[in-house]
């Protein structure tokens, strides 16, 4: 069993891109420019902006956080989408989700240009990345892609089973996996799939995003398997001094000894996912993307 580290690859690859903005930067190029929106207090948005920010800074961006009370208007929120897609100092952007309930999502997404949408979720990028044009790519799927890369996963020809189907995470997993390049053969699961432990007993690869803490379990995965977790559920936990800690959608302790690869929780999909949309701001930056 081989543990994908994705805290070690994600620290390699900021180095990479801090070093291509070095050299951009000194031949008179622009640094790149990630701006992010926060909406209200919410305690795991706080801490998955304040870790985008410090990236940023290992990465040697320019980063701005703009916060907003959570009862801003939809309106007012929406100017200031179109001010930041008019900016021309701002090569990306988020408004990092969740959202107040008065605030439609799919309209402030949509409001984003997508040339500046580094969280790939517009519909123009998410079409791009389906028909294999070049696209911004959600992050937590192209670091998933990174890792299976980096660790020389074989996909060729196998067969992975994606569990979920969020417009996140499951239903762009299960596109890339099948585009040429990976060339595996997909299943996607979902709560409503019947018989999904043997549907996954079929699988070479599992990719388990469906949110459900120890979901997958021992009897699900076969020999020699390669499992990617992309489960975060906080559990409450008295031992920590949190009072709680992080739980994947895999049974870890009793399926990874069943692997050939296998992604830990936490310490494996997550900072990928950090690591890829600075990814994407290195490619705004650079107008890779969108000519």
Not at 129 to 146: E, L
Not at 214 to 228: H, L, P, Q
Not at 237 to 243: A, H
Request: net charge neutral; glycine share 8%.
């Amino acid at each position: 069993m081989q543990l994908i580290d994705g805290k070690l690859t994600a620290a390699t690859i900021r180095q990479e891109i801090a070093a291509e903005v070095a050299a951009m930067v000194a031949r008179g190029e622009k640094r790149p420019h990630l701006v992010a929106i926060l909406v209200g207090h919410d305690g795991g948005s706080e801490t998955y902006v304040a870790n985008k920010v410090k990236a940023c800074e290992e990465c040697g961006f320019k980063s701005t956080l703009l916060r907003h009370e959570d009862d801003i208007t939809e309106e007012a929120l929406l100017a200031e989408v179109k001010r930041l897609n008019d900016d021309p100092d701002v090569d990306g952007f988020i408004v990092q989700l969740p959202l107040p309930k008065h605030i439609n999502e799919e309209k402030v997404t949509e409001a984003i240009d997508p040339r500046k949408d580094v969280d790939g979720f517009h519909p123009v990028n998410v079409g791009r990345m389906t028909i294999g044009a070049p696209a911004f790519i959600s992050a937590t799927p192209q670091g998933i892609v990174n890792l299976l890369q980096r660790y020389n996963v074989p996909t060729a020809g196998k067969h992975a089973v994606v569990i979920g189907r969020s417009n996140i995470v499951g239903r762009p997993m299960s596109v890339l996996l099948s585009q040429k390049g990976l060339d595996c053969t997909v299943t996607v699961c979902h709560s409503r799939t019947p018989n999904i432990k043997e549907i996954c007993l079929q699988a070479d690869i599992i990719v388990a995003a469906i949110g459900k803490p120890g979901f997958v379990t021992a009897d699900m995965v076969r020999e020699g398997a390669t499992v990617i977790d992309v489960g975060t559920t906080r559990v409450t936990d008295s031992t920590s001094p949190r009072g709680w800690r992080l739980k994947g959608d895999v049974d870890f302790q009793n399926v990874a000894p069943k692997c050939a690869f296998i992604t830990p929780v936490p310490g494996g999909v997550g900072p990928m996912t950090i690591c890829s949309l600075m990814h994407n701001t290195l490619l705004a930056g650079k107008k890779a993307i969108y000519k």
